[in-house]
Structure formats: structure tokens, C-alpha cells
């Protein structure tokens, strides 16, 4: 009997105790079985769209905080107030990787048997696949004609071979080959879009390849979403290449009418070791491409312009500072700058707004920390700076000249990129083709009688309820064929 | 042609509501002729399974003109619109939400053509006229695009292939509802679209025009209809009507819906298929990342693999019929959350002007 792919495995017989090598046989089978089986595929990607569904409504750790144990630790304390139901709630939470649920545990087993799976079943299914597109079963035997989902009997006027060759005609002028094969009844097969069936098979294993790429970009893919340079400054690129990004000008434009943002533009010049290589205005949709580097632009904000000197004079630095940072009163914003050729770290705190009496508009506070003190959590020296005027923090004189824009990009290289586009490709293509040119097969199979011939019909597929289906227009058009006046 | 736009969506919506009528009119004449012939009097039985009456067929093509023009009004509406502001329907969710209502309808009537279904109208027409009421409490200003979505083709291909993806699982979503309501679960599928439909507009009212409230209402009520429905069935008012050859209550017969159903996915899927990878290809290009997890990409992954699970549904023994049914059921809230999603969890697609 032909099998109809998908119908689900036959039950293991159990095996009777036997040596081990057996058992790890039989073990093997069954996890065999259940990799390929339908069920459990349908049961897998519903508990992955379960994990999806809780992945969208419980709110998710931005990317890079989970690996950060301070950051995790400061980003579940924000959120605490929010899941308060009962004391541990945020803490339980978090130790079910709730907030994290793509990055889970639980998530990754699914998404890795799903990959075996899919692998099993394209496996499984392959044998078949090359069985029936080259070497298709002509003689189904009698049964199959009484049994077949559709199956059709004529009687007709010709001879068992003039009815073979009209039949066959049909077919072919239907896009059908044909097969045929004689002993005292004479068997036909018909199919089309053989070649398709494996369309299905590419449409499953696509998905392999999209994870494959996901894989080869997580592991080997570098990523900074929070490269912000603030206009005039120059950032180191944290990809050990000598490169260096200097931003020249920031620009917001603002739609005339309702004052909302309708582009963000980053005039930057790219650097390796210090030469100029490239300069793009960098926009939304319109990124910096530097081999397979490549910025984004991801926001933006405000900077403090900071000049600032040694006690000799000489000047350290000059450059915006960007305000990229929030203190936890949720209300001033908090720029970090490293001063170059010394071992100091300034932090630049912003006002926050007029009901400040600490940090007034058009005023900055300057802590000074120590890197290499002993306790280089404490500043060593905190001042408040006006707008243009000098003061001495920590020994150097520093300067607020004004306040300036940064701009954030993303710095992301993706080794995998183009393993997933090539699989998305596969992946649509073979589905779609899979359902626009399904795979079809016919069996036919004519026996003489005293004063003609009769001829049987059949096919696997199942009836449409809806609409006539192609073997039934098959069928009426192989009667009408034998049922046309015969040539005299 | 702002101006013309508008007033070519409320003629849509005009010819949607009167369609509605005329297909429930369609619908109880047919009904009342079941209701004859199983009285003993003489009915055209139509090989699909639906019994006529003397005016039934009239009805139905009156049905049908006024299904198309609704159609046509929208699409020159979407039309003028799309000439007025310069690009496709999706810089907010009042130009995506009559696209949607577009994509409803135009699936709709494509299939009432290929299967003579006209039943399947009661569930896609009034999904299509509550996206256009939707669409009409939001603003419709036409705004400048934010940066993100000053991509234009892509864009515009992305929206419209996921209207055809849509379109089509309301239409599955239509079949297997009308498929359930024959089956051992009538009385839970009837409690919950009674009761979800009645509690939509009051959900909408309550939260004073909020879509939270629609969707609320929608649920909530749906689940209070399906829990005294099934109370209903297990205080024994319901029995099983599977493996019946014609359609009950005038109709379509289930494996006509059933086929149904899985004709539509079989359009919406790839459709669907191809709308996450277009949107991936723009997240590439605008933010650097293809896949971010970001609440409306997580949705449409769903929907997407629990469509993906019905078609492995439709051939495995055991999830044929009523649990396929219940799929389709899933994967339309599924596409409704996708949709909507945005209102709900913020994110990446926040951008709709509404967020
Ligand atoms: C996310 C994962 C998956 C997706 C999106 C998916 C999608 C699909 C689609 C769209 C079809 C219908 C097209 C066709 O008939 O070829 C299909 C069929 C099929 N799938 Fe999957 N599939 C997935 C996983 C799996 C797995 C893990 C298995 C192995 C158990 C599997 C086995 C099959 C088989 C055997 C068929 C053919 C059914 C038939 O006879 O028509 N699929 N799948």
C-alpha cells in the first residue's frame, strides 16, 4: 500500500528483554520516533509560541544587562515596584528567567530539539521523497481502486490499449508524466510537480539555516548599541581594529508643522589608526558600511562641551561629553568622560530642570574620581561649574563651554546575516511553492472485458468538499476522451 | 484628496453595513427554508448543502454587489489617501486598520467567488466594519513619517502583504467559527461570539473609545460566554452533531468550512511568511538588528507558528476537525494581538502615532 507522507509513525513494538547493545537500540528508536513525529513537532512550536506570548507581555531585560550582574542587579531594583504582588514576586521572577525569557533555559531546550527535530524529520523523509519522484509504484494493486480517497470506474468501448493511450494522452496534455506497465491488466501512473514535493522539504530545512546564521551571529558577531559620541569628540570603536569615529555635527530636523523629528543626521568621519578613511552622514535607513561594520544611527541626546587643563596649562582635553546616562533620582542626567593622560574619571551631572537647586539650568557638577585610589567609589572632589567659567576640580582646571548634542549609533558586525536572509529565502520560496504547485499523483488501471475495456482511476488526495477537485475534472475529462465517437 | 478619501471610507462603511444586512437577510431566508424542508415542504437543496428559499438567491446577489462596492470604496479611499500623503498605508494605525478592513474584505469576496459560500460574510463582514469603526475613533491627521519609516517600498510591500496574510486568516478565522458552532462546542463558540461581540462595543464604551477596552470586552466576554456555554452543554442543552452529512441550521456543511478554513491559511501562510522576513529586512536596515524580541515581532512569530502547527494539524490523526478548528480560532486572536500589539506592549513598533 502506498503510505501517505505524514501519516504518523507506527507504534515501537516493545522489545523483549534482551542484551543491552538491544536495548540501547530500542531506546535509540523510540527517541528516533519521537523526533520525528508529527505530534510532538506541533507540541513543540506551541510551547515556543507559549514562551512567545510571555515573552511579549512580561517586560524583557534590554540586551546586555542580563550578562551584567551590577546591571541586572540595578535594572531589577527598577522594576520592583511594579511586580509587588508579594515580596519575592520580582526576585522569583527573576530566578524563572521571566524577564529573559529568549535568552531561557526552558527556551533554548525548545529551540534545539525543534532544530533536531526538523533535522530528524527532513532526514526521515528523504528516502521516500527520492522513492516516489524516480521510482514510483505503477501496480498499486486491485484494492487501492476501491479504496483510494477518490477513485473512478469507466466503462469503456475501446481496447484495454486504445484506452491506455487515451487515458495517457489526457494526462499528459494535463502537464502529467506518465508511467505504464503491462501484465494481463495494463497499470498507469501519472504525476506532476514530482520535483515539488522537495520544496516542502527546503521550506523545513531553511529554518535550520535561519538558526544557523541567529547561532553564528550571537557567537561570533560583535554588537555595542550605546556608541554615543557627542559632536567634536572622537570614539575609540571597541573592535580592536584601530578604528575611530569622530562625529563633526549632529542635526535634528523638525517638521515645520507639528514639531516632531523627521530626521536625525550624524556627520561622521571614520578612522583607522588616526587617517581619515571614510565620511558618511549617517540617518535612519542610511547606515555607515565599513567592510562588514556597520553603524546605525540609534538616538540621540544632549552633551556638555568640557575643555579642561592640567595645573600647568596644558590642555588634556577638549570634547562633548554625552549626557547617555541616568542618576538613579531619575532626574538628572549623568555623562561619564575618562581624562585622557591622567587617572581620573569625571562625572558630568546635568541639571534637572528648574526645581533644581543643586544643579541650576546653564549650570553642570563636576565629581572627580581617582581610577587607581582606594576607594575609587567616593569622588575625590565635587564642585558645581557655571556655564564659561573656569574652576579647578582635582587639581585641573575645567571649563563647561556649552552645551552640545551627541548622537548614539549602533556598532554591529553579523557574520550570520546573510545565512539568514539566504534562509528566509528558502523558507518562503518553498512553502510557497509547496502550496502553489502541490505534488500530484494519479493511478490508473485498465482490464479487458468481452467488449472493451475497463478502466479504474484513483489518487491519494483526499475530496474537497468545497470545490471539484483536479481529479475529478481528470476524471471527466479521461470519459469524454473515451466516450468520443470512435474514427471510423 | 484627503478630503476625497474620507468620504470614500464612509461610503465603505455604509456599504459594509448595508452588506451585513443583506447577508443576514441572505443568511435567515436560507435559514427559513431549512426550517420548511425540514417541515416537510419541498426546498432547492444546493449540492453544497445549503437549502434556499423563493428570494434567497436575490438576496444573495444583492448581498454581493453591495460586498463589492464596499470593497471598491475602500480601495479608492485607500487610494486617494495613499496619493494625499505620498506613501503606502502605514505611518498610523488608522491608515493600517482600513487597510486591514481592506484586506478582509477583498479576501472575503475572492473567496465567496471560488466557493459560493455567502454565510462566511456574517463573521468576515462585521471583523471588516469594526476595523473601519476602529479607524474612525482614531485621529486620521496626516503626519510628516518619523525617520524609521522613510523607507518607503519596503514598507509599503511589507503593510501590503500582511493585509492579504490577514485578510485571509479572518477568513479562516470566519469558517472554523462557523465550523465550531455546528460541532459539540455550538454552545461554547455561540456563547463566546455572542457574548465577545455584544462585549466589544461595551468594553469600547466603558473605556471611552479605548482599544484596551474593544479588545477587553471582546475577551472577557468571550470567556463569560464560552464558560455558560459549556455549563450549557454540561447541563446536557447541547449534543453532538459530528459526522452529519449536511450543515445544521442552514449551514455550510463542516468539511465544506473545514476546507475552507485550510484554503485560506494555505494563502495567508506564506503571505505571512514572507510580511516577518520584509519586516526583519527593515529592522536591518534602520536599526542594525533583523530580530530584536522586540513585543510585535514576538506576536507575529506566534501567529505564525500556530498557523505553522495547523498545517501539521490538518494531516496528523487526532487534530483534524474540532482541534484544528480551534487553531484557527487561536491564530486569528494571535494576528488581532500582532496587530494591536503595539497599543498593548510599546517597543520598536511604537510608532504609530498612538504608542
Ligand atoms: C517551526 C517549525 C515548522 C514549520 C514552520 C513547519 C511548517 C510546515 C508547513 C508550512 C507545512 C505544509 C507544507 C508541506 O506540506 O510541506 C509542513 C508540513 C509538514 N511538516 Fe512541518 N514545519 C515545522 C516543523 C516540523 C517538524 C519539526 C517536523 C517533524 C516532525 C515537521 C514535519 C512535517 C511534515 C511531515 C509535513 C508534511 C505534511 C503533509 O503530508 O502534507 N515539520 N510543515
Avoid at chain 1, 567592510?291 to 577638549?318: E, N, P, R, V
Avoid at chain 1, 528558502?426 to 502553489?436: D, E, W
Avoid at chain 2, 463558540?189 to 462595543?201: C, Y
Wanted: one cysteine or more; a neutral charge.
Amino acid at each position: 500500500m502506498v503510505q501517505e507522507a505524514g501519516t504518523p509513525p507506527l507504534e515501537t513494538a516493545s522489545v523483549p528483554a534482551a542484551g543491552a547493545m538491544d536495548r540501547v537500540d530500542n531506546v535509540l528508536e523510540r527517541l528516533w520516533h519521537l523526533l520525528t513525529s508529527m505530534r510532538v513537532a506541533m507540541i513543540i512550536m506551541l510551547l515556543i509560541a507559549v514562551m512567545g506570548v510571555i515573552g511579549s507581555l512580561v517586560i524583557q531585560m534590554p540586551t546586555g544587562v542580563g550578562d551584567d550582574p551590577q546591571a541586572r542587579i540595578d535594572w531589577l531594583n527598577g522594576i520592583r515596584p511594579r511586580f509587588s504582588l508579594f515580596a519575592a514576586q520580582t526576585d522569583i521572577m527573576n530566578s524563572l528567567q521571566l524577564f529573559e525569557v529568549f535568552n531561557s533555559f526552558v527556551f533554548r531546550i525548545l529551540i534545539a530539539l525543534l532544530t533536531v527535530s526538523l533535522i530528524a524529520c527532513s532526514l526521515h523523509r528523504i528516502p521516500g521523497l527520492i522513492r516516489t519522484a524516480t521510482k514510483p509504484r505503477v501496480d498499486v494493486g486491485a484494492p487501492f481502486f476501491q479504496h483510494a480517497p477518490q477513485h473512478e470506474t469507466i466503462v469503456a468501448r475501446q481496447t484495454a490499449a486504445d484506452a491506455q493511450a487515451l487515458v495517457t494522452g489526457v494526462l499528459k496534455r494535463r502537464g502529467y508524466r506518465t508511467l505504464s506497465a503491462e501484465d494481463e491488466t495494463i497499470h498507469v501512473y501519472g504525476d506532476r510537480w514530482r520535483w515539488m514535493q522537495f520544496s516542502g522539504l527546503i521550506g523545513h530545512l531553511s529554518l535550520v539555516v535561519i538558526m544557523a546564521g541567529a547561532i553564528i551571529g550571537g557567537v561570533a558577531g560583535y554588537r555595542d548599541q550605546d556608541f554615543s559620541i557627542a559632536e567634536g569628540a572622537t570614539r575609540v570603536v571597541g573592535t580592536n581594529e584601530g578604528l575611530s569615529v569622530k562625529l563633526t555635527d549632529f542635526t535634528v530636523t523638525y517638521d515645520q508643522i507639528t514639531d516632531s523629528p523627521s530626521d536625525y543626521a550624524s556627520s561622521v568621519i571614520l578612522m583607522k589608526n588616526g587617517t581619515e578613511i571614510d565620511r558618511h552622514v549617517v540617518r535612519v535607513n542610511d547606515p555607515l558600511r565599513y567592510g562588514d561594520l556597520t553603524f546605525y544611527q540609534a538616538s540621540y541626546g544632549s552633551a556638555a562641551q568640557m575643555t579642561i587643563k592640567d595645573a600647568g596649562g596644558k590642555l588634556l582635553t577638549s570634547e562633548g561629553v554625552p549626557f547617555s546616562w541616568q542618576l538613579n533620582d531619575g532626574k538628572r542626567s549623568l555623562g561619564i568622560l575618562s581624562v585622557p593622560g591622567t587617572n581620573y574619571t569625571l562625572w558630568v551631572i546635568g541639571t534637572g530642570g528648574n526645581a533644581d537647586t543643586r544643579v541650576r539650568p546653564g549650570q553642570v557638577e563636576v565629581q572627580a574620581f581617582n581610577n587607581s585610589g582606594a576607594s575609587s567609589n567616593t569622588p575625590i572632589d565635587d564642585k558645581v561649574l557655571d556655564q564659561g567659567k573656569a574652576a579647578t576640580v582635582a587639581g585641573m582646571a575645567i571649563t563647561f563651554d556649552r552645551e552640545s548634542q551627541y548622537t548614539r549609533l549602533t556598532v554591529a558586525r553579523d557574520p550570520g546575516v546573510m545565512l539568514v536572509w539566504l534562509g528566509s529565502l528558502l523558507l518562503f520560496v518553498g512553502f510557497a511553492l509547496r502550496f502553489m504547485l502541490p505534488h500530484k499523483r494519479v493511478w490508473g488501471r485498465i482490464t479487458t472485458r468481452s467488449s472493451g475495456a475497463i478502466v479504474s482511476m484513483a489518487t491519494l488526495a483526499q475530496k474537497d468538499a468545497a470545490i471539484s477537485t483536479d481529479f475529478e475534472d481528470l476524471v471527466n475529462d479521461i470519459r469524454t476522451a473515451l466516450q468520443a465517437p470512435v474514427q471510423a | 484628496m484627503e478630503k476625497m478619501s474620507g468620504y470614500a471610507f464612509v461610503a465603505a462603511m455604509l456599504s459594509t453595513g448595508l452588506a451585513t444586512i443583506a447577508y443576514l437577510a441572505y443568511a435567515i431566508s436560507g435559514l427559513r427554508a431549512a426550517r420548511m424542508q425540514t417541515a416537510g415542504m419541498p426546498m432547492n437543496t444546493g449540492t453544497l448543502g445549503f437549502v434556499s428559499g423563493r428570494y434567497t438567491p436575490a438576496i444573495g446577489r444583492y448581498a454581493t454587489m453591495l460586498g463589492w462596492l464596499a470593497t471598491l470604496a475602500l480601495l479608492a479611499g485607500l487610494i486617494f489617501r495613499a496619493i494625499a500623503t505620498k506613501h503606502g498605508p502605514f505611518a498610523n494605525m488608522y491608515e493600517f486598520s482600513l487597510a486591514f478592513a481592506f484586506g478582509v474584505l477583498v479576501t472575503y469576496m475572492v473567496f465567496e467567488r471560488r466557493y459560493h459560500q455567502r454565510i462566511l460574510a456574517l463573521v468576515a463582514l462585521p471583523v471588516a466594519a469594526a476595523m473601519m469603526a476602529y479607524a474612525s475613533t482614531i485621529p486620521s491627521t496626516i503626519e510628516p513619517l518619523v525617520p524609521a519609516l522613510q523607507n518607503n517600498l519596503l514598507l509599503t510591500v511589507h503593510v501590503a502583504v500582511a493585509i492579504v496574510a490577514y485578510g485571509s486568516f479572518a477568513i479562516a478565522f470566519a469558517a472554523s467559527l462557523l465550523y465550531l458552532l455546528q460541532g459539540r462546542w455550538a454552545l461554547v463558540a455561540g456563547g463566546m461570539l455572542v457574548l465577545g461581540i455584544l462585549g466589544a462595543p461595551t468594553g469600547l464604551l466603558l473605556s471611552g473609545g479605548n482599544i484596551t477596552g474593544l479588545l477587553g470586552g471582546l475577551l472577557g466576554g468571550g470567556l463569560l460566554g464560552g464558560l455558560l456555554g459549556y455549563a450549557a452543554h454540561w447541563a446536557g442543552l447541547g449534543k453532538s452533531f459530528e459526522g452529519e452529512a449536511s450543515g445544521r441550521w442552514g449551514l455550510p456543511k463542516p468539511q465544506v468550512l473545514d476546507e475552507i478554513g485550510y484554503r485560506a491559511v494555505v494563502v495567508g501562510y506564506p503571505f505571512l511568511t514572507l510580511t516577518i522576513i520584509l519586516g526583519a529586512v527593515w529592522a536591518d536596515t534602520a536599526w542594525g538588528t533583523y530580530w530584536s524580541w522586540d513585543p510585535k515581532e514576538t506576536a507575529s512569530l506566534v501567529t505564525w507558528l500556530i498557523y505553522g502547527t495547523y498545517l501539521h494539524a490538518r494531516v496528523v490523526r487526532g487534530w483534524r476537525g474540532d482541534r484544528a478548528a480551534w487553531l484557527l480560532v487561536l491564530g486569528f486572536v494571535a494576528t488581532l494581538f500582532t496587530y494591536f500589539g503595539n497599543l498593548f506592549f510599546g517597543g520598536l513598533h511604537s510608532y504609530s502615532g498612538l504608542g
